[in-house]
């Protein structure tokens, strides 16, 4: 069965330094994965996708498929990046979304 | 574009009650989804429909059912609640189904509380 893993629950960084969020996924196949975000008092909402290979908002992230990762990085980090980060992997069939536990990202003035 | 809507958005039944949420997927959109989430247990899908028919089904009781109707509106059925089923509700949907590429949107949720 597949599963995503986010290893911190809470990252706390001063205004203007790097931040890092980790993911790791087991998975099967070939699967797809997401990085959705949740703002205070809003609904969650995607934030970047691996198949897109973007930068939204500063961050970015790689599909490392020989760690089994998909890290999710901004070089300086704002206080409006203040949220709650999730990974998210979809299956190739289907809408299914497995979610990590999700990283609360505090950004410090 | 309205987004997904859910109804109610908040809502206090009591144990061994039963409960009916409902959720409006972006129109246009055929997939729809839901989300259990929980401090302790984060976000767990629930099952997804798409025209009409459940496609996939997650690990939860049989007290958790739902059904997906020819407008592609949604509703989802809790019966004989338990204080475990305390959470918030999340509907998503998609215009298609499985292929790569597709963004799912979610809905605000609908808040929970059993006592």
């Known amino acids: 069965a597949q599963r995503v893993t986010q290893p911190e629950k809470l990252l706390s960084v001063f205004k203007g330094a790097p931040v890092e969020l980790k993911c790791n996924y087991s998975y099967s196949g070939s699967p797809e994965l997401f990085w959705y975000v949740q703002y205070s008092r809003q609904r969650l909402q995607l934030l970047l996708r691996?198949?897109s290979r973007e930068s939204i908002k500063g961050f970015t992230a790689d599909l490392n498929k020989g760690e089994t990762s998909f890290h999710l990085k901004k070089p300086f980090a704002q206080e409006e990046d203040s949220a709650m980060y999730y990974c998210?992997?979809?299956?190739?069939?289907?809408?299914?979304?497995?979610f990590g536990g999700g990283t609360r990202v505090l950004v410090k003035p | 574009k309205a987004g997904v809507t859910q109804t109610p958005r908040y809502l206090i039944k009591t144990r061994g009650q039963q409960v009916t949420l409902s959720c409006s997927p972006i129109s246009g959109h055929r997939s729809v989804s839901w989300y259990q989430q929980t401090p302790e247990q984060g976000l767990q899908f629930l099952f997804e429909y798409f025209s009409e028919t459940q496609r996939n089904k997650g690990n939860f009781p049989g007290r958790f059912s739902g059904r997906q109707f020819s407008n592609s509106r949604s509703e989802m059925n809790v019966s004989t609640l338990e204080l475990g089923d305390s959470a918030l509700y999340l509907c998503?949907?998609?215009?298609?189904?499985?292929?790569?590429?597709?963004?799912?949107?979610f809905g605000e949720g609908s808040w929970l509380t059993v006592v």
């Open positions: 998503a949907s998609s215009s298609r189904q499985g292929l790569a590429g597709n963004t799912i949107y």
């Open positions: 691996h198949i």
């Open positions: 998210a992997l979809k299956e190739a069939a289907g809408n299914k979304l497995t």
